[in-house]
């Protein structure tokens, strides 16, 4: 009850007094100045930037493409440098996003974009993207989906836009950006057993607030982000968003590199913050106490520990999403369901993040310790995340996600709810038809 | 360009699921989105609403999702101005890139009835009128680059006239 008071240690501090110009940069502004062609730039100047991968979904995507074709061109700036991946609605629920899906599909064909990705191939697109080695530091890439920030973990600069966004950039390679300031986040200690990215990140948003982070960077250093690995930082730049950051992300080092090893193709640079780089305020936490994190209903920065959410029952519980469905999410949640049995009153949704993932948690047995513990099992798609289909919630109803968003009717009927967590506590709730600590369940 | 129109109002982080749900987006078409505009917060809001009304927002209005669809249901609506002491800034891009106009003002919009009380905004003047006190609100200017995208209509015709500016 009184973790709040021992992580409170935890210090803000504020250096951005030093407005000489002999200071460095931090990671952001960096990749912006180099992207723009300018020497340095500094936090509120706007630039015009050279986008390196542009991103859209099946929601998103059909709005660019009506955009775009205001445009009267008959090319796109770079058929390579565009990715479309329809992840929401499908495989598709109805006809309307059946003709959502088609529209896209032709418009792929049609300018021949190298990176779409069809059923089958396709997985959700911020956990398909990095696997899939479209991901490289020190580049610039926005995306027509908020949670495209979740690239800033492996050290580019990556936010969410709009769709006519998307249509300009499409047809220009360029976007414009106001060079957002940094708040510097230190996360020191050794995380204790069953906390990982996500309880950190939620710890976060719990901190600073829904606007906490609005129009900034977040940057994530300390022991703690040295030692996570690729997947817990993917979660964590994931939900930049849900404090209203314009990116976040992890500087690289040599998990980042040995994770895009084998991946990535050609040549990149690392871009890394100065020492003296200027940031608006620095946060440290020390996380050696950290209990896992739960966000109540009905916004993520309503975080609580969990054993202050101890009890709440439960009707569905889903793992799975760009936050958390990828294959370190999927082991933990098998770990702590191993040879137990999903509460009788609890529908459990498992829902590996890609194609390679699912084939990864197929050969590693994960998928037959969901099946025996009866939890659904699904193919990849966003799905009841954002109350799509595929799980959506009566009214009344609770849902444990391992999600990112949890504000009214997000899973399906505007009087369900929905928590979030990271993948034990899901997975040891899901046993025991209430929110619980997972070493309840795992012991 | 003057608008006037009747003053609803909305709380602090209002989401772009709030705005509207993610079931409604199979559409791209405003006036199909507009129909569920506020619908998960407010059910009787798509009712209520009529083409001139302003929309009045607190703190970090329209956080939460990129979906362009948020603006594109307001616009839908008919609705001329969205007023808020702040915005998240994927929907402040998309608003400014479609061409819905949106006010940033600081000061808190004060002792309005919601639904009946008439607003008077001057977008090059930057000011508020609450019409029944005769206050007047000082909203934050555009930086010139926004500025531009806005005197164009939004971000395509903009881009269009850097690429071609012979047109």
Known sequence: MNQKNRLDHGSASNNSTNHGSTHGSTMVEKILAAKSGKKRVAPGNLVNTKVDLALGNDITAPVAI????????DKVFDPEKIVLVPDHFTPNKDIASAEQALLIRQFAQKYKIKHYYEIGRMGIEHAL????????????????????????????????????DLAAAMVIGEAWFKVPSTLRFEFRGQLPRWVGGKDLILYTIGQIGVSGARYRAMEFAG??????????????????????????YV??????????????????????????????QIFSFDVSDLEPQIAFPPSPDRVRPVSEAEGIELQQVVIGSCTNGRIEDLRIAAAVIKNKRVHPAVRMLVIPATQQIYRQALEEGLLTTFIDAEAVVSTPTCGPCLGGHMGILASGEKALATTNRNFVGRMGHPQSEVFLSGPAVAAASAVAGKIVHPEEVAR | MIFEGRAWLFGDNIDTDAIIAARYLSTTDPGELAVHLMEDIKPEFPGLVAPGDILVGGENFGCGSSREHAPLAIKGAGVSCVIAKSFARIFYRNAINIGLPIM???EELSGIEPGSDRLKVDLEQGTITHLRTGRVYKAEPFPPFMQEIINRGGLIEYVKARVNPAK
Request: glycine letters at 14%; hydrophobic letters at 35%.
């Open chain 1, 129 to 164: 993207l990095p696997e899939q080695g479209l991901v490289r530091p020190g580049e610039v890439i926005i995306g027509a989906d908020s949670h495209t920030c979740t690239y800033g973990a492996l050290g580019a600069f990556a936010t969410g836009v709009g769709s006519t």
């Open chain 1, 223 to 248: 022991s703690a982000i040295s030692n996570l690995s690729v997947d817990g930082r993917l979660t964590m730049a994931n939900m930049a968003i849900e404090a209203g950051g314009k990116c976040g």
């Open chain 1, 251 to 280: 500087q690289p080092d040599q998990v980042t590199f040995d994770y895009l090893k084998g991946r990535v193709t050609g040549p990149y640079e690392a871009v890394y913050s100065d020492d003296d780089a200027v940031y608006e």
């Open chain 1, 66 to 73: 009506k955009e775009f074709e205001r445009f009267g061109v």
């Open chain 2, 104 to 106: 940033e003002c600081r």
